[in-house]
């Protein structure tokens, strides 16, 4: 039945909300025939920081209506898992049907490679209108995600790098009633209330006194449900949601506190629900990844129902947790869960019986015998190549920065695979310490975390990101024999990091040693162009080795390092005044023309370049070199106007 232009479900007690499925249960007629007019609008909604136990029916200390709502009409996953415990890769993962070994973002602060299709794409392609809203700098578009969205929201308040469910919410709801065109809609909102600090608005600040975080999820679960009544009355025909975590929270489990260190139940399984056309209502203990997100958008788009979530097949799942690995150089972390066992192998093998032990208090180590197959793609789970590490989304300081404010925080450090390295789950004592490092060093607090960070290195020796920020923040306070010597100690941890050279580099342009930095900087420009920080550093140092020259009278080499500056920086040159200078000197006078129209281009009533654009003139003998000459008197200032008087070419 269609009452005001949406469905109303008439199945069980649905009644009380606009309806989301065209069929109560599983109709077969509907699912096969799906012509193009009758595919659903679909809605996938992305939770993050949610775990499994914080939302839904089965939730404890809180109620969670809305998700409740979609579960109760739809099929609910008690035993679904993200593919990696971090935003990025976890959503990445989601959008595109690919574990992270696919799609290569293992962390954060990555890109996706476009030659991954994302579900935006294949919809977009199959005539879906589609949009996407995100409420964190984490899934930005520059890391890749926004391929195949028509429009891509990701507007924060007053330079802030996230945003309230409620301002997400509110900018779906009025994008939404602007929409009417007749196609149906794929549309993608991310919340990201949950995650820490943990400060939900009133009333449930209030409510949720003793327990913020779930707070948090309460103020987001009052605006899943504004979002699903606004999408059920845009769809305005058949409607399908899939709802989703990205990961969990740690909050104490296993020593954790946030999440992506760990591959434990408290972050990698998540609460996941669908509801659309061909769903049978139900709850589901089948283990299932969040990978089959993309497969079930796909089916219900009449794309192919292989993997979809409809169907409700077995597999092994598998996940990840890489970032200790990619960061600190410790065990790589890989996971999967088979019926009611769960195994994590990083450095050995732990494995835990989920159904006896949910919390994953008693490992049955190797003790326990998994199916071989489910061991085998354990072992065959690829280990990212330092090499695919290396390739970070090209991150500027802006960027680093907001990265930082949400708490995520890399010196970017290409992995050392090292047979000693510690397992991550053997460390947690160190994860609050690295933490607070990373919060003082990015906050440029230098003296204080300098003795925190010999504290971590005292624990582990062999960590790379620590002995940079050693270095590094020593070298921002000036001492120059501490910082060589950090240096040399990360050096040694990883002989070929481009980070060492990179940060050492740097140390070296900032004690004013333009020919050491520049030398490495050079180095590292070369085998990787892409790499921001050290492209801005090197154009940097190349300035001011050319100003350096300008000084000493060496005309040549001050044109080589400006000329360099300038082609790694084009659009941060300033530098063109100086150049059209040398180039005038060094009789090179097209070149000296080209350099002066840049800056006129810019500075139009510049008296210098006026007048130094005017002595070209005359050396090429334009036929506009009288008016240039009258310009330059012209806007002569005190500067230019005796050398004008002087300048015999002009007269
Ligand atoms: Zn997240």
């Excluded at 775990?51 to 996953?77: C, M, Q």
């Excluded at 149906?184 to 943990?198: E, G, K, N, R, S």
């Excluded at 404010?405 to 010196?411: F, I, K, R």
């Excluded at 003139?617 to 036929?623: D, G």
Aim: net charge negative; aromatic share 8%; hydrophobic share 40%.
């Amino acid at each position: 039945m269609s009452v005001g232009g949406w469905r109303l479900a008439v199945c069980g007690s649905a009644l009380a909300v606009p309806a989301l499925v065209a069929a109560c249960s599983g109709t077969p007629s509907e699912k096969q025939r799906a012509p193009a007019a009758e595919r659903p609008s679909i809605l996938l909604i992305t939770l993050d920081t949610t775990r499994a136990d914080a939302i839904g029916p089965e939730a404890r200390g809180v109620e969670t209506p809305a998700f409740n709502a979609i579960a109760a009409r739809g099929l609910r996953f008690r035993q679904a898992y993200a593919a990696v415990p971090e935003t990025l890769p976890s959503h990445a993962t989601m959008l595109t049907g690919v574990y992270p070994a696919g799609h290569q973002v293992h962390e954060n602060a990555r890109y996706l490679p476009a030659s991954i299709p994302t579900i935006a794409e294949r919809l977009a392609q199959a005539g879906y209108r589609t949009a996407a809203f995100v409420s964190s700098f984490a899934l930005s578009r520059r890391f890749g995600l926004a391929r195949g969205f028509e429009s891509y929201d990701e507007t924060f308040a007053n330079g802030q790098s996230e945003r309230s469910a409620r301002e997400t919410t509110d900018a779906v709801l009025a994008q939404l009633s602007a929409d009417t065109a007749a196609k149906p809609l794929f549309l993608w909102v991310h919340y990201y209330d949950p995650h820490a600090p943990y400060t939900p608005p009133e009333p449930f600040r209030t409510k949720f006194a003793g327990t913020p975080y779930l707070g948090e999820v309460a103020a987001m679960d009052e605006q899943v449900g504004r979002l699903v009544q606004a999408f059920a009355q845009r769809a305005r025909g058949p409607a399908a949601i899939a709802i989703a975590a990205d990961h969990g929270e740690g909050l104490g489990d296993h020593g954790e506190t946030f999440h992506g260190n760990l591959v434990y139940q408290s972050t990698m399984h998540v609460p996941m629900a669908i509801a659309g056309p061909g769903v049978t209502p139900g709850v589901s203990d089948v283990p299932v990844s969040t990978r089959r997100v993309f497969f079930t958008l796909l089916d219900w788009a009449g794309l192919g129902g292989e993997h979809s979530l409809r169907s409700n097949r077995e597999e092994s799942v598998l996940g990840e947790g890489m970032k200790p690995f990619l960061e600190y150089g410790w065990q790589p972390q890989t996971m999967t869960v088979a019926g009611r066992y769960k195994a994590i192998l990083s450095g050995r093998l732990e494995t835990y019986d989920l159904a006896a032990d949910p919390g994953e208090t008693h490992d049955l180590g190797s003790g326990l015998s998994l199916p071989a197959g489910v061991r085998k793609e354990l072992e065959d789970y690829p280990v990212p190549s330092r090499e695919a590490a290396r390739a970070p989304a090209n991150l500027d300081e802006e960027s680093k920065r907001r990265l930082a404010s949400l708490g995520y925080v890399s010196a970017g450090a290409a992995p050392v695979v090292r047979r000693d390295a510690p397992r991550p789950a053997d460390m947690t004592a160190l994860f609050a310490s690295i933490d607070k490092a990373s919060g003082l060093f990015v906050n440029k607090a230098y003296a204080e975390v300098i003795p925190l960070l010999e504290q971590i290195l005292a624990k582990d020796p062999h960590n790379l990101d620590a002995a940079l920020r050693l270095a590094a923040s020593h070298s921002a306070l000036g001492h120059n024999p501490q910082a060589l010597a950090a240096f040399q100690r990360a050096a040694a941890i990883a002989p070929s990091s481009q980070d060492v050279r990179t940060y050492l580099g740097l140390h070296y342009a900032r004690a004013q040693d333009w020919d050491r930095a520049a030398a490495l900087l050079e180095q590292v420009v070369t085998e990787s162009p892409d790499r921001a920080t050290a492209v801005e550093a090197l154009a940097d140092v190349r300035v001011h080795q050319g100003e350096a020259a300008m000084d000493e009278g060496k005309t040549e080499a001050a044109i080589a390092a400006f000329e360099r500056a300038r082609t790694l920086q084009p659009s941060a040159f300033t530098h063109d005044l100086d150049l059209g200078v040398l180039y005038l000197a060094a009789r090179r006078f097209e070149d000296a023309r080209q350099a002066l129209d840049r800056v006129l281009a810019a500075h139009p009533d510049d008296a210098m370049a006026l007048f130094k654009r005017a002595q070209v003139s005359v050396l090429l003998n334009e036929p506009d070199r009288r008016e240039r000459i009258d310009a330059a008197k012209k806007r002569a200032d005190a500067v230019t106007r005796p050398l004008i008087e002087r300048e015999r070419l002009f007269k």
